[in-house]
């Protein structure tokens, strides 16, 4: 189905022809483009508030900057719908994030236009450093070099230390604050409240805008918009603010607070930053959702609803007629409330995702047990382990890829202390359409090398949940890494029971040929059992549950029994015949999808055994 778009915007290629219209059209324009947006994600799905919220913005900077010369970073990426469709990929956006589509994030081998790929938050005034400081050291003093990062990922450390570097370089780059005050869920911390203080005074906020009017009028006369400035503003801004300026402290040129929708008067600033040298800040409120009321008014769910019914707001859902499957996530949240009602030593710990990760339904239970510490994965881990050296039990519960980030305090403060810290990994394997950036693909390889942590993976939920329980005895860090999606177990709360550290399973007996799994993909194996019977074969199934510690005495047993074993491990080790991610980036895509293209899917499991077994018997059964 493809979306027509409107009257100005089917004439809008690139950002040259934005440059075309006149100042009194780019209001249309905007609605244009958001209703362009409204209209596909309800179609075919993906993020939406974050990007109806940027609308005014990017048209605005695509029409005062010189892009893709000018260098222009959009933080996470989720709000950059509405520049992929100012930069050549309007015709192609009903592919957004299908496999082999264009991906949901800015990507450099999609676009000249995205100067930067992303996908993990509060990198982005990084990189327009970088970049800026190239340009500087290059002699190119034109070029600009915009950072476009919401309040939510300015809680990172990363975007604290890219600020401190700035603030000393004597860059050319602009910093935009797209402050909603939200993240995926509400924004937490001083940071939010710092932020709420200045866009809340009033007084601040009417001398401000005197001191812009008279900015434009001074500049009309010649006189140097930097002296202007560098003279007045400052001393408005201590006077005014019960505190004195954060962003100025860090030497950076604070601008704003600034109306986020109301596109001309952004075109207007953003021109006079253009002659103002150095590196600024520019402070624009914005709502997430912008346009379009149900997603203003619960931000959170309509952060990525899926496919809906732009007119009512009705979200689509399948309606299952037969009893479902919960999701893991879930059963983590509920497992952990019921851990926590029987040990008050347990609490639980997120870095800004209590609605992806389910720990919110922790922090209903227990709000003085929960702590949501904002984007910061690498404080999340350390401050559980200060948790942990007080006797508590934390459950830090971070996704696998955003994991990465938190490494070295894995190895630092948690394993090489020794310190009973549960790490729950949620996402852990593909994570579907959202792509390469956010794939919990490394996470095996990365922990197993760690000394003194346990790694497991569940098979199903109740396996998480035996595993939850089995962690929050264990006197030692633990490490739960399980999927996106749906388990297999509609009848998932059974009684809990320890697992044993490092002991394996046996699913199924059988002589001919052994598959070994770990986690959830086992359940492909189990799919493909009335197939090994119509070939005549007695396969054996084992679930290794860890990889670390292995389950030495049930690998002895296997290769004792087998000279034909297959692992199906997502990469783990190599055992006669492995089955998991190959050496390359794997794309976006739904899982099955991504499964099926690196062969350890149903069909691929059977096909390696056929295989292992010399059979050619596609006349017998259809994979």
């Given at each position: 189905m493809q979306i027509e778009p409107g009257k100005l915007l089917r004439g809008i290629h690139y950002p040259e022809d934005l440059k075309n219209l006149s100042k009194d059209q780019l209001v249309q324009i905007c609605d244009e483009l958001r209703q362009f947006i409204i209209d596909h994600v309800s179609v075919y799905g993906g993020h939406f508030g974050a990007g109806l919220g940027v609308v005014e913005l990017t048209v605005a900077l695509h029409y005062v900057l010189n892009t893709p010369d000018d260098q222009l970073i959009w933080d996470v990426g989720h709000q950059a719908y509405g520049h992929k469709i100012l930069t050549g990929r309007r015709n192609d956006f009903h592919t957004n994030r299908l496999y082999k589509g264009l991906s949901g994030f800015p990507k450099r081998k999609e676009s000249p236009f995205d100067s930067f790929g992303?996908?993990?938050?509060?990198?982005?005034i990084s990189a327009a450093l970088g970049m800026a400081m190239a340009s500087k050291y290059k002699g190119d003093t034109k070029r600009q070099h915009v950072a476009v990062i919401g309040d939510g990922a300015m809680t990172g450390g990363m975007a604290f230390e890219a600020m401190n570097h700035a603030g000393v370089s004597d860059s050319n780059m602009v910093i935009i604050l797209n402050d909603n005050c939200m993240s995926i869920d509400p924004n937490v911390g001083a940071l939010k409240d710092y932020l709420t203080d200045i866009t809340t005074s009033h007084t601040y906020n009417k001398v401000k805008d005197e001191v812009w009017h008279l900015l434009g009028k001074i500049s009309k006369f010649g006189f140097s918009a930097q002296?202007?400035?560098?003279?007045?503003?400052?001393?408005?801004k201590s006077a005014l603010l019960k505190q004195s300026n954060l962003f100025e402290s860090l030497n950076l040129r604070y601008f704003g607070p600034v109306d986020g929708h109301d596109v001309n008067h952004l075109v207007e600033v953003l021109n006079d930053l253009k002659d103002i040298p150095g590196p600024k800040i520019l402070h624009c409120i914005t709502v997430k959702g912008k346009g379009f009321a149900p997603a203003e008014k619960d931000q959170t769910k309509w952060h990525a609803p899926g496919k809906f019914d732009k007119i009512t707001g009705e979200i689509a859902k399948k309606i299952p007629t037969t009893p479902q499957a919960p999701k893991y996530q879930d059963v983590f949240g509920h497992t952990l409330v019921e851990l926590?009602?029987?040990?008050?030593?347990?609490?639980?710990?997120?870095?800004?995702?209590?609605?992806?990760s389910s720990m919110n339904i922790m922090m209903k239970a227990f709000p003085d047990r929960s702590f949501d510490v904002g984007i910061a994965e690498q404080h999340a881990v350390t401050f559980s382990a200060g948790l942990s050296t007080q006797g508590l039990v934390p459950f830090c519960n971070i996704y696998s890829t955003f994991m990465q980030r938190a490494y070295d305090q894995v190895i630092h403060d948690v394993c090489l202390q020794d310190l009973p810290v549960v790490l729950c990994l949620d996402r852990a394997?593909?994570?579907g359409a959202d792509g390469p950036t956010h794939h919990g693909a490394y996470d095996?390889?990365?922990?197993?090398?760690?000394?003194?942590l346990v790694v497991s993976a569940p098979m199903n939920e109740e396996e998480l949940r035996n595993l939850m329980f089995s962690g929050a005895e264990h006197q030692a860090p633990y490490a739960i890494r399980y999927p996106r999606g749906q388990g297999v177990m509609p009848d998932w709360k059974k009684p809990l029971r320890k697992i044993p550290?490092?002991?394996?399973?046996?699913?199924?007996?059988?002589k001919d040929i052994a598959i070994l799994s770990i986690g959830h993909i086992g359940n492909y194996v189990l799919d493909n059992a009335e197939k090994f019977e119509s070939l005549g074969l007695s396969v054996a199934h084992y679930d290794m549950r860890f990889v670390k510690p292995l389950d030495e005495s049930l690998l002895h047993e296997v290769f004792g029994k087998f000279d034909k074993v297959i692992t199906v491990d997502h990469g783990y080790q190599a055992r006669i015949k492995r089955l998991g991610i190959p050496d390359k980036v794997i794309e976006h895509g739904e899982q099955i999808e991504l499964h099926h293209e690196c062969g350890f899917d149903a069909s691929g499991i059977l096909q390696t055994v056929k295989d292992m077994m010399n059979l050619n018997v596609e006349d017998k059964i259809k994979i």
């Amino acid at each position: 189905m493809q979306i027509e778009p409107g009257k100005l915007l089917r004439g809008i290629h690139y950002p040259e022809d934005l440059k075309n219209l006149s100042k009194d059209q780019l209001v249309q324009i905007c609605d244009e483009l958001r209703q362009f947006i409204i209209d596909h994600v309800s179609v075919y799905g993906g993020h939406f508030g974050a990007g109806l919220g940027v609308v005014e913005l990017t048209v605005a900077l695509h029409y005062v900057l010189n892009t893709p010369d000018d260098q222009l970073i959009w933080d996470v990426g989720h709000q950059a719908y509405g520049h992929k469709i100012l930069t050549g990929r309007r015709n192609d956006f009903h592919t957004n994030r299908l496999y082999k589509g264009l991906s949901g994030f800015p990507k450099r081998k999609e676009s000249p236009f995205d100067s930067f790929g992303v996908g993990h938050s509060s990198t982005s005034i990084s990189a327009a450093l970088g970049m800026a400081m190239a340009s500087k050291y290059k002699g190119d003093t034109k070029r600009q070099h915009v950072a476009v990062i919401g309040d939510g990922a300015m809680t990172g450390g990363m975007a604290f230390e890219a600020m401190n570097h700035a603030g000393v370089s004597d860059s050319n780059m602009v910093i935009i604050l797209n402050d909603n005050c939200m993240s995926i869920d509400p924004n937490v911390g001083a940071l939010k409240d710092y932020l709420t203080d200045i866009t809340t005074s009033h007084t601040y906020n009417k001398v401000k805008d005197e001191v812009w009017h008279l900015l434009g009028k001074i500049s009309k006369f010649g006189f140097s918009a930097q002296d202007v400035v560098s003279k007045v503003e400052g001393a408005i801004k201590s006077a005014l603010l019960k505190q004195s300026n954060l962003f100025e402290s860090l030497n950076l040129r604070y601008f704003g607070p600034v109306d986020g929708h109301d596109v001309n008067h952004l075109v207007e600033v953003l021109n006079d930053l253009k002659d103002i040298p150095g590196p600024k800040i520019l402070h624009c409120i914005t709502v997430k959702g912008k346009g379009f009321a149900p997603a203003e008014k619960d931000q959170t769910k309509w952060h990525a609803p899926g496919k809906f019914d732009k007119i009512t707001g009705e979200i689509a859902k399948k309606i299952p007629t037969t009893p479902q499957a919960p999701k893991y996530q879930d059963v983590f949240g509920h497992t952990l409330v019921e851990l926590a009602e029987k040990n008050d030593k347990i609490v639980g710990v997120t870095p800004a995702m209590p609605s992806g990760s389910s720990m919110n339904i922790m922090m209903k239970a227990f709000p003085d047990r929960s702590f949501d510490v904002g984007i910061a994965e690498q404080h999340a881990v350390t401050f559980s382990a200060g948790l942990s050296t007080q006797g508590l039990v934390p459950f830090c519960n971070i996704y696998s890829t955003f994991m990465q980030r938190a490494y070295d305090q894995v190895i630092h403060d948690v394993c090489l202390q020794d310190l009973p810290v549960v790490l729950c990994l949620d996402r852990a394997g593909f994570a579907g359409a959202d792509g390469p950036t956010h794939h919990g693909a490394y996470d095996l390889a990365y922990l197993r090398c760690v000394p003194n942590l346990v790694v497991s993976a569940p098979m199903n939920e109740e396996e998480l949940r035996n595993l939850m329980f089995s962690g929050a005895e264990h006197q030692a860090p633990y490490a739960i890494r399980y999927p996106r999606g749906q388990g297999v177990m509609p009848d998932w709360k059974k009684p809990l029971r320890k697992i044993p550290t490092g002991q394996g399973r046996i699913i199924t007996e059988g002589k001919d040929i052994a598959i070994l799994s770990i986690g959830h993909i086992g359940n492909y194996v189990l799919d493909n059992a009335e197939k090994f019977e119509s070939l005549g074969l007695s396969v054996a199934h084992y679930d290794m549950r860890f990889v670390k510690p292995l389950d030495e005495s049930l690998l002895h047993e296997v290769f004792g029994k087998f000279d034909k074993v297959i692992t199906v491990d997502h990469g783990y080790q190599a055992r006669i015949k492995r089955l998991g991610i190959p050496d390359k980036v794997i794309e976006h895509g739904e899982q099955i999808e991504l499964h099926h293209e690196c062969g350890f899917d149903a069909s691929g499991i059977l096909q390696t055994v056929k295989d292992m077994m010399n059979l050619n018997v596609e006349d017998k059964i259809k994979i």
